[in-house]
């Protein structure tokens, strides 16, 4: 069986004739439209494609949604769009990308687990306000990988029944950050998933302790607080996605559905 791998898909898909992006991972967003982060493989960083106006994509019955190890080909427009922290990988797109060819969840993590960094700090490079955000117009990244081993996270719910993830990285720093992955969600959420907390630790659990688990982080879109006082506004880190070294999750998940 052919494993997948970034030299692979170059070879299969070479840069004269094609812009693959792998995407890491697919997010809720209000009003139906999801966030979605992507490896850009010959520019070798991690892009946010947007529609060519600048906003998310919808799925629909004739429009597969993509998931984690969806490779797309993608044609990029010379337009810039957002303000920092997001403008730095957010990539306008001329039209709706389509796929490839769809990795699965190792052959993700091989990918993408030598660019992970080791802590939130080394990963956007300025420490967050109360370890939960940056102000918007912060000069950093918007999205990145960590590699934390799996004995230092676990999820849990909060009073508002929302799934939450704690981490605690090399720098000895702890973080609990909202769930924002799509697939997450559908299957943990205490309130819509078709399981819970104790399922969604049971599936980290099925790799070792040790294990390097890579997170997938990113900031959310400023917010201006629950009483619109917040200026500027907070861009409040999230867990848009989790990939582990070994594919677990069809011990919850229908086979169609991976994250």
């Known amino acids: 069986m052919q494993i997948?791998?970034?030299?692979?898909?170059?070879?299969?898909?070479?840069?004269?004739?094609?812009?693959p992006l792998l995407v890491t991972e697919v997010t809720r967003m209000q009003g139906g439209q999801y966030c979605v982060a992507a490896w850009d493989l010959y520019k070798e960083r991690i892009v946010r494609p947007l529609q060519f106006g600048g906003d998310n994509w919808f799925f629909k019955t004739n429009q597969p949604m993509w998931r984690p190890g969806s490779l797309l080909n993608a044609i990029p427009t010379l337009a810039s769009s957002g303000i920092a922290p997001h403008r730095?990988?957010?990539?306008?797109l001329s039209r709706r990308p389509h796929i490839l060819e769809e990795w699965d969840e190792p052959?993700?993590?091989r990918a993408m687990i030598g660019?992970?960094?080791?802590?939130?700090?080394?990963?956007?490079?300025?420490?967050?306000?109360?370890?939960?955000y940056v102000v918007e117009g912060t000069d950093c990244p918007s999205l990145a990988g960590i590699r934390v081993p799996r004995s230092r996270i676990w999820f849990f719910s909060n009073k508002t029944d929302r799934l939450r993830l704690r981490l605690e990285d090399s720098d000895q720093q702890i973080y609990t950050l909202p769930v924002t992955s799509e697939a997450l969600l559908r299957l943990f959420a205490p309130i819509?998933?078709?399981?819970?907390?104790?399922?969604?630790n049971s599936w980290l659990e099925q790799n070792r302790p040790t294990d390097e688990?890579?997170?997938?982080?990113g900031f959310a879109r400023g917010w201006v607080g629950s009483e619109g006082v917040w200026s500027p506004r907070r861009c409040y880190l999230q867990?848009?996605?989790?990939?582990?070294?070994?594919?677990?999750?069809?011990?919850f998940a229908d086979p169609a559905v991976s994250v």
């Open 4 to 19: 997948r791998s970034i030299e692979s898909a170059k070879l299969q898909y070479p840069k004269e004739s094609f812009r």
């Open 88 to 92: 730095r990988e957010n990539l306008l």
């Open 107 to 109: 052959e993700l993590y």
């Open 115 to 132: 660019v992970a960094k080791h802590s939130i700090l080394e990963a956007f490079g300025v420490p967050l306000t109360e370890n939960r």
């Open 192 to 200: 819509e998933g078709r399981f819970g907390v104790v399922e969604a």
């Open 213 to 217: 688990i890579l997170l997938r982080l």
């Open 239 to 251: 867990l848009n996605g989790v990939i582990c070294p070994t594919d677990n999750y069809g011990m």
